[in-house]
C-alpha cells in the first residue's frame, strides 16, 4: 500500500473565501485532485514539514488506539458528526503518527467509504473484530453505542494486559540489575582487593578464594559470556517467532509456573469472557464471535480451547457444555454461562465473569509483588552482601592477628 503524508494547502472554497488546512494523500497532486472535490480550488499544497517531536517516531500504540476509540465515541455521543469527529479528535492527539491515522480515516470516510471500510485499510492498528464490531454498529445504526462498548473493551484488555506485563517484568528487571551490579564488582572491584591481599602472605579463607575464583573467570570471559547470552537471548527470540510448535510449549509451561501461573490463567479466562460478551452484545453470531475470541485469549492453550468450542456449538452443542469439556475453564465460569445461556443474558454473564476474574489478576499482581519484593531484597542482600564479606574476611582476620 502506498504511504500516504501529510500535505499543507490553502485555496478558496465555493464562496471565493481563502482557506487552508491540511489533508492526508499519496502524492500533490493526488491531494489538489481530493480538494477540488470538496469544492476547494487549491492555489497551493505542498508537503508537510515533519519537524523536531520527542515522540514524533512513536509507532500508534494498543492503548492510542484505544483513546481514540473512547473520544470518538465521546464525540458522537454528544452529537457531533463522524467527520467532524475525526477533525475534532485528530486535532487533539500529541502523537503525530496517532493524528495522522486518524486524518487518513476521516478522508476515506469523507470520500464515501464506510467507517469499517477505512479501518480496514491499516490491518496493523484495527483488528478483524474491532473492523466487525464497527461494522455491526454501522448496519444496526448504533455507531455511537458500538463505538463506546469497543472503547471499553480495549481499555479494560489493556489494563489486564498491563497488569500482567507488571507481574512479569518486576523480577526480570531486578535480576538483570543483580546481574550487572555482580558483574562490575567481580570484574572491577574484586581484583583491586586481590592486588592487596598477595602482599598479606597468609592463607585466604577459602569463601574468599572462591569469589577470587570467579572473578579470575569473569575477567577472562566477560566478554564471551555477554556475547553468549545476548546470542542466546537473539535465537530463542527468532525461534520463538518461527516456530509454532516452541510458542505452544512455552504457553504450556507457562500455565504451570508457581503463582505466575494461576495469574496468566485467570488473565486468558478474563480476555476470553470479555471478548465474547462485547462480540455476542454487538449482535455477532455465537460461532462468528468465537472465531474472533480465539486469538484475544493470549496463550495457545486456549486458542485451541475455543476453536473446539467453535466446532462444537457449530453442531448445535451448548456453549457450557463445551467449554467443560475442554478442562481449561473454571467452574464458576461454566455455570455463570450455563445460567446466561438459560436466561437469555450470555452478554451479561459473561461480562460479569470478566470483571471477576479481571479482579481477581489485579489482586494476584498485588499479592505477587508484595511476596517479591521481600524475596529480591533477600536474594540482592545476600548476592551483593556475600561478594563483599568474601573481600573483608582477610582483613578481618588481619586485625586479629595484629590485635594480638
Known amino acids: 500500500m502506498t504511504e500516504r503524508t501529510v500535505f499543507i494547502w490553502e485555496g478558496k472554497d465555493k464562496q471565493g473565501r481563502k482557506t487552508n488546512g491540511e489533508i492526508n494523500s499519496t502524492t500533490a497532486a493526488i491531494a489538489k485532485a481530493e480538494l477540488r472535490r470538496q469544492g476547494i480550488a487549491p492555489d497551493r499544497v505542498k508537503k508537510k514539514s515533519a519537524g523536531i517531536s520527542l515522540n514524533g517516531g512513536a509507532k500508534v500504540n494498543a492503548a492510542d488506539i484505544a483513546l481514540f476509540t473512547r473520544q470518538m465515541a465521546t464525540m458522537m455521543r454528544a452529537g457531533v458528526p ?4 475525526f477533525d475534532i479528535v485528530a486535532d487533539g492527539v500529541d502523537k503525530p503518527k496517532l493524528a495522522t491515522l486518524i486524518r487518513d480515516i476521516r478522508q476515506d470516510v469523507a470520500s464515501g467509504n464506510s467507517f469499517a471500510s477505512a479501518l480496514k485499510r491499516h490491518p496493523t492498528q484495527f483488528d478483524d473484530l474491532f473492523c466487525n464490531l464497527v461494522d455491526a454498529g454501522e448496519l444496526s445504526g448504533a455507531l455511537e453505542t458500538m463505538l463506546d462498548r469497543i472503547a471499553t473493551y480495549k481499555e479494560k484488555t489493556e489494563s489486564l494486559k498491563a497488569k500482567v506485563r507488571k507481574a512479569m517484568t518486576y523480577p526480570i528487571a531486578v535480576t538483570i540489575v543483580a546481574f550487572i551490579v555482580s558483574g562490575i564488582l567481580l570484574i572491577k572491584v574484586v581484583p583491586q582487593f586481590e592486588q ?10 577459602a569463601f574468599t578464594k572462591l569469589v577470587i575464583s570467579f572473578s579470575e573467570f569473569a575477567q577472562a570471559y566477560w566478554l564471551a559470556i555477554t556475547a553468549s547470552l545476548i546470542g542466546a537471548g537473539l535465537a530463542v527470540s ?18 504451570k509456573l508457581p503463582i505466575a501461573g494461576d495469574i496468566i490463567t485467570k488473565s486468558s479466562v478474563a480476555r476470553y469472557a470479555r471478548t465474547l460478551s462485547t462480540t455476542f452484545a454487538a449482535g455477532v453470531p455465537l460461532v462468528d464471535a468465537l472465531n474472533s475470541v480465539a486469538g ?11 476453536y473446539r468450542i467453535r466446532d462444537d456449538v457449530s453442531t448445535g452443542q451448548q456453549l457450557n457444555f463445551s467449554m467443560r469439556s475442554t478442562g481449561v475453564f473454571p467452574n464458576m465460569v461454566n455455570q455463570m454461562v450455563a445460567i446466561g445461556e438459560e436466561a437469555g443474558a450470555l452478554d451479561e454473564m459473561l461480562d460479569k465473569s470478566a470483571s471477576y476474574y479481571e479482579e481477581q489478576v489485579d489482586n494476584a499482581v498485588d499479592n505477587l509483588t508484595s511476596l517479591m519484593e521481600p524475596v529480591i531484597m533477600g536474594v540482592l542482600g545476600t548476592l551483593i552482601g556475600g561478594l563483599i564479606i568474601a573481600m573483608y574476611l582477610p582483613i578481618f582476620g588481619l586485625g586479629a592477628v595484629v590485635s594480638q
Do not use: C, I, M
Request: proline fraction near 2%.
Open 82 to 85: 463522524l467527520v467532524q469527529s
Open 196 to 205: 592487596v591481599f598477595q602482599g598479606f602472605g597468609a592463607e585466604l579463607p
Open 238 to 255: 527468532s525461534l520463538h517467532r518461527r516456530s509454532k510448535a516452541l510458542r505452544d510449549l512455552l504457553d504450556r509451561l507457562s500455565l
Open 296 to 306: 484475544s485469549t493470549g496463550n495457545s492453550v486456549y486458542v485451541n480451547a475455543v
